[in-house]
């Protein structure tokens, strides 16, 4: 499978492709250079996201921003407390990648539970992945756990609920 992703990646960059270290490093992740996909851009951290869609959090002022942002736009705040050591916060990156693309209607944000434990400890974030969705700065809903099905269950029940508020 990894040699399949090198060899797409060769195939439409040439033999000098930059990003084959992603294809090595994140085999769940949809490679960054494939044709169907080249807003996606390789972040410092080894992980892929959609530029623009899944914001990740690693100051406090950052924070703020995008509390602020949802609750002046009146959308959902989707945080998704993760450590970069934690393999179900892995497999579950590429689901919520896909989730912030789909659903347009939310703002999508990680972050890491090293980076801001302090913070991570305020919002009872006792293990990884923890995902909690904010309406109006108040928790709406939590998930404990990589059960992708489970997130994508949760992500379209609050945004139907969104839908049925507007």
Same mark, same amino acid.
């Given at each position: 499978?990894?040699?399949?992703?090198?060899?797409?990646?060769?195939k439409?960059?040439?033999?000098?492709?930059?990003?084959?270290?992603?294809?090595?490093?994140?085999?769940?992740?949809i490679?960054?250079c494939?044709?169907?996909?080249?807003?996606?851009?390789?972040?410092?951290?080894?992980?892929?996201?959609?530029?623009?869609?899944?914001?990740?959090?690693?100051?406090? *002022?950052?924070?703020? !921003?995008?509390?602020? =942002?949802? #609750?002046?736009?009146?959308?959902?705040? &989707? /945080?998704?407390? $993760?450590?970069s050591?934690?393999?179900?916060?892995?497999?579950?990156?590429?689901?919520?990648?896909?989730?912030?693309?789909?659903?347009?209607?939310?703002?999508?944000?990680?972050?890491?539970? *090293?980076?801001?434990? !302090?913070?991570?400890? =305020?919002? #009872?974030?006792?293990?990884?992945?923890? &995902? /909690?969705?904010? $309406?109006?700065g108040?928790?709406?809903?939590?998930?404990?756990?990589?059960?992708?099905?489970?997130?994508?269950?949760?992500?379209?029940?609050?945004?139907d609920?969104?839908?049925?508020?507007?």
């Open positions: 499978m990894i040699q399949a992703r090198i060899w797409s990646c060769r439409l960059m040439g033999n000098h492709c930059t990003r084959i270290p992603c294809c090595r490093k994140v085999c769940s992740c490679c960054c494939s044709g169907r996909n080249k807003t996606q851009a390789w972040s410092q951290k080894g992980s892929c996201f959609i530029k623009g869609k899944v914001h990740p959090v690693s100051r406090m *002022e950052k924070w703020e !921003e995008k509390i602020t =942002e949802a #609750n002046r736009q009146g959308k959902i705040l &989707v /945080v998704n407390f $993760k450590a050591w934690c393999l179900p916060c892995k497999k579950l990156a590429p689901i919520y990648q896909e989730l912030a693309s789909t659903y347009t209607s939310m703002i999508f944000v990680t972050i890491d539970v *090293e980076e801001l434990a !302090e913070f991570s400890h =305020e919002w #009872n974030v006792d293990a990884t992945p923890t &995902v /909690v969705f904010l $309406k109006d108040r928790q709406m809903d939590k998930l404990v756990g990589g059960d992708a099905a489970e997130l994508q269950k949760k992500t379209a029940a609050v945004a609920l969104l839908l049925r508020q507007s």
